[in-house]
């Protein structure tokens, strides 16, 4: 459905300033965030993020949203504001750039690892970066935007005070609120506080933990676990640690220092990070702290820590490759320590599990957040958010960033603070919501949807072909190939049969020739006719089969009857 | 491998009684629980659980052990031993029955959940099934067992000590300690005490929770809680549980009694085990308490419980489609509570949260562990796990049930003790012990793996199967078809392609368009030869291909090139 017309009456009805606000991803799911500001001649996009594949996605390599929105609108696109690094933000950014050409503005950080992701894309020279400056306001047609520095589980992230001819929107960026962070800004409550007092027409706040009671703990508090834990270990400390958590990283190398022991940065996404988080001064690291893989043999173990990825059990991380004793340079030993410093994502926890036990099995001593407090979250619970509903007094309350139950627990924050259902706008991705003078309102939902990235292909992969993958992951195929001559009527070979994924065909001889005998039987019987419609029968061999095989096996492989009619 | 030339050496060193155990599974995995106690002549079965299948066992229904130690000894087998009901100790059964006919022991409840899987699998006739009763000893040849009440998560389970000629082995079956159960028996201190002043060999004691400091909370503790949430309940509540936990069910009981609620329990698995459990008076409820699935539109809202199936987001299950709004007779409308009584098993939690936020969407209130005490564990925490060690005071401890982790951080409790590593026992399947007048010692190992079932197939799929499957499912599927009069040496037939879950045809003609020509071309070329090796060509055209769908799409599809020969 085209909301267009629709949309057009409107514009006619009401001449008075508007700006329409419009999700794309990231509300009623985890990650792909992206949003939309728009008025009638300029349009500003809000992060370009992904999504990780669900497990029913087979095959597919990553998620993005569906720009189809913003295409059509090509000429009136000013400008795409990234809040923060975390590839749930920035990573679809390449696949938008390759279509649609338009300025792009973040904070050095965000850029540079913006930069890493273009260059792979080969769009690095053809971009437009611009970068944002907390101190400057950036004025984009009629849209102000004054940034507020956040708080996060990665440094140099930004909310931003958006000023428009209808009113002020607050955007929290992913924060939480930690007046002690090991890098990075302390969260700008002040700059909120003052937005508050002039008025907001909408607050849109980071939803991930909206159902957690209480405040989110300040990262120092895990840094004197983390230290007794490194204390104590008698020998090397393998710490597994997103690579882009650079306040993490920080409180390692500190660590460290303490306690006489060199730092090693492992993994490719590691050493490229932790180089850009130092060449921006986000990352401080004494070179004397800083060994190399060749000084793995000669330094002794216990002046040893090895910063590496996999903390989530990636298949290729070295994290995985080291459990599984398959790396080069890095052989577990008994006295290793590994720590996993983040939090099980979801989906990850048998992978990651698979990793504890196998660096268990090769003698190493493994900790992680189930059995010690090694990490904190990197966005607001329940206190923070209201606080930050506090500062800022909205008229309305939009909850983003979070699954339904964490949009729909924010919205409650809201109303315990005795704001009205009017006020708590509840969206998903595709809702779209008018302000004006009058405030506030729904407009038809506009197209939005989820794009397949699966090796080079983007968007080639539809439901289609992942039914096929879903069908054939269950329980394989079967593939029977007969040759007629049409003319003679006569079958001139096959039937050659073919089972992958379906049953070890050593031990199924009986059932190959059954389904030999099923096929012969159908050929036949339709050869004796004076005319054959090949299609037919290659849908009832099909049928055939697939009737003998569940009635054996109670499965349901993939059948492809082949009928060459030469 | 095979040990027994080994083992018999040492039975002809040794002519002193003696006694093997061995696992079968379950010791480095969660579920799959089956072990042995073997002497010169007599072997006894204890448990015969399954596992549900991994994220990369495509297809797989379940996970059985596989039981060829003791197929090779099914002369010596004199009884099978079940602890409790629950699928990771009785779900093999049936598969073990149909091979070896041996006599099984079990308390009244584990036995008719058992009878009701023997039913589907045809086999209720001709097993030879005995109750267990804790207040009588049972003999098997040189084993003498004598059961011990435990509480977990489903009642009527036991552990058991076992007096053998080389002293007593306590098995703590699945446990927790809870002086105030809700249903079923207090698990026996007393008797475990008993034992462990008259002298205890070994302890195989569960280690599920063994990375869980402090006590497991008692199943009351969550009452107070699970009591408010449906006190306030303006409407209809749905409580999802499995349908096995008859303490947990017993307590809903209770709490819609006190608050005048009448129960439908929905689902065929909680039908069932609620009518086996209500049976053995396992399970308290007045007939009025009852209702069936018509009262639903008569009876007013806030005098309903529906309790259900459901709580780990199966997609087949009542709750899935509840929350899909795709059910029947259950409509979720505003105002209905929706509670998942259970915790979030590894691997669950996306589809779980799937479950919640449809839920949602449909306008009811949901309440889950992450939100509120709803739940408790069945299994014993490190002090309960210190606690039965002190009460057993056995020479040797063998952690038992859990993954790796779960085992090294049991046996470190044992340390913490005062036992030291010659008496902990760290095990994982296929190890096994002698126990002798000395004491215990490692022997070679035996040979243990895991059966997939799939559908009716026992066994049928294994790696090469699952190896097809993964990549079908990665990339799909690639087939062309060309057919060759071998003596005119021209090309009949084709190319003729089909792709399945590779990538969507319509839109990739121009690739289809090359691939053909690759094809062409190679079989161009190899009919210019003298002769043709159709094998080799064959394998030429898949390279070919392979490598040309990687350069243009980095996929690597399963190509199956085949050639007609006529």
């Known amino acids: 459905m085209n909301p267009e017309p629709h949309l057009h009456q ?6 008075e300033a508007w700006v329409d606000l419009m999700f794309l991803g990231g509300l009623g799911e985890i990650g792909l ?7 009638s001649d300029h349009l500003v996009v809000v992060d370009a993020g992904i999504m990780f594949p669900e497990d029913y996605m087979l095959g597919i390599d990553m998620v993005i949203p569906d720009f189809s929105y913003l295409r059509e609108r090509r000429d009136k696109i000013a400008a795409l504001i990234l809040t923060h690094g975390h590839e749930d933000h920035i990573g679809a950014v390449p696949f938008l750039l390759k ?5 792009v503005y973040g904070t050095p950080l965000t850029l540079a690892l913006l930069r890493e992701k273009l260059k792979e894309h080969h769009l690095l020279e053809q971009s437009e970066l611009h970068l944002i400056d907390p101190r400057r306001q950036l004025v984009v047609g009629p849209f102000v935007f ?6 996060h589980s990665i440094v140099d992230g930004v909310g931003f005070a958006l000023t428009t001819p209808v009113g002020t929107f607050i955007h929290s960026g992913d924060f939480k609120i930690d007046a002690t962070p090991t890098a990075g800004e302390v969260t700008d409550l002040n700059s909120f506080a003052d937005y508050g007092n002039k008025g907001v027409l909408a607050l849109l706040s980071d939803s991930t933990n909206a159902e957690r009671p209480g405040y989110t703990l300040s990262e120092r508090d895990i840094g004197c676990t983390l230290e007794n834990l490194i204390r104590e270990a008698p020998g090397r400390v393998i710490v597994a640690v997103f690579s882009s958590h650079i306040p993490r990283l920080q409180q390692i190398i500190a660590i460290a220092a303490k306690q006489g022991r060199k730092v090693l940065f492992h993994g490719r996404s590691m050493v490229t990070n932790v180089g850009l988080a130092r060449q921006l001064g986000f990352l401080q690291m004494p070179p004397e702290q800083e060994m190399t893989t060749a000084q793995l ?5 216990h002046e040893i820590i090895i910063v590496t990825t996999g903390s989530q059990g990636e298949a290729m991380s070295a994290l995985a490759r080291i459990a599984l004793d ?4 890095i052989r577990i030993r008994s006295g290793d320590l590994v720590i996993l410093s983040s939090k099980f994502i979801p989906g990850n926890e048998k992978a990651i599990s698979t990793v504890i036990n196998n660096l268990y099995r090769l003698g190493a001593e493994v900790v992680y957040h189930e059995v010690a407090d090694i990490h904190v979250s990197g966005h607001a619970s329940q206190e923070e958010l209201k606080l930050l509903l506090q500062l800022t ?18 919205a409650r924050l809201g109303r315990s603070l005795g704001m009205i259902d009017a006020q708590l706008l509840l969206a998903t991705n595709g809702d779209r919501f008018r302000f004006d003078v009058q405030g506030a309102q729904r407009l038809t939902r506009i197209e939005v949807g989820r794009i397949f990235v699966d090796g080079k292909g983007v968007g080639d992969v539809g439901n289609i072909v992942l039914r096929d993958r879903q069908h054939l992951a269950a329980d394989g195929l079967f593939l029977a190939l007969v040759a007629v001559d049409a003319t003679s009527k006569r079958l001139i070979s096959g039937p050659d ?9 050593a031990e199924q001889s009986d059932m190959l020739d059954a389904a030999r005998e099923i096929i012969l039987e159908i050929i036949s019987r339709a050869l004796a006719e004076p005319t054959q419609d090949w299609l037919e029968i290659q849908i009832q061999i099909g049928k055939a089969l697939r009737k003998y095989f569940f009635k054996l096996l109670e499965r349901r492989p993939m059948i492809l009857p082949l009928i060459l009619t030469l």
């Open 393 to 410: 007094k909205p008229r309305y309350l939009i909850p983003i960033h979070g699954e339904l139950r964490h949009l729909v627990k924010h």
């Open 326 to 329: 398959a790396h080069k340079q």
């Open 33 to 39: 965030n992206s949003m939309v500001f728009e008025t």
């Open 146 to 151: 004054n940034f507020i520095p956040v708080t």
């Open 99 to 103: 279509e649609l050409n338009l300025p």
């Open 497 to 505: 049969l073919i089972s992958k994924g379906f049953v070890f065909e």
């Open 297 to 301: 043999k000669s330094l002794p173990d």
């Open 10 to 15: 409107q514009l006619n009805q009401e001449q």
